[in-house]
């Protein structure tokens, strides 16, 4: 999907993807509240505390964000399989919706264009 993200870099593809988020956030005045840090990783964390609460299952979970499986787990790893996207779609966006108004918010995004 990314061809020219390199798995060389020091923190893997998404280091490049961090790095320009970050610059932007800095670049907008925005910061982290208290001694946390503020990246793409903070969406990452409110997903699966998110879709913990939700009670979507471990490895869907996992699945969605993008972490392996653990390797202590000897069950998935000799019988579960990959969920698809529209699988895991499924069991995870309604948890996910935030309650944003899309079409609220259509006429700001075209006005950027």
Not at 18 to 42: D, P, T, V, Y
């Amino acid at each position: 999907m990314f061809p020219v993200l390199s798995f060389e870099a020091e923190n893997g593809p998404a280091n490049a993807g961090q790095s320009a988020f970050s610059r932007h956030l800095e670049r907008l005045g925005i910061e982290a509240r208290g001694k946390g840090i503020l990246g793409l990783h903070s969406f990452r964390d409110t997903v699966v505390n998110t879709l913990t609460l939700a009670g979507v299952h471990e490895e869907v979970r996992k699945q969605y964000v993008g972490h392996e499986a653990g390797t202590t787990d000897d069950h998935h790893q000799s019988y579960g399989i990959d969920l698809l996207p529209s699988g895991l779609a499924k069991q995870c966006h309604p948890a996910l919706s935030f309650e944003i108004d899309l079409d609220g918010l259509r006429p700001l995004l075209q006005a950027t264009k």
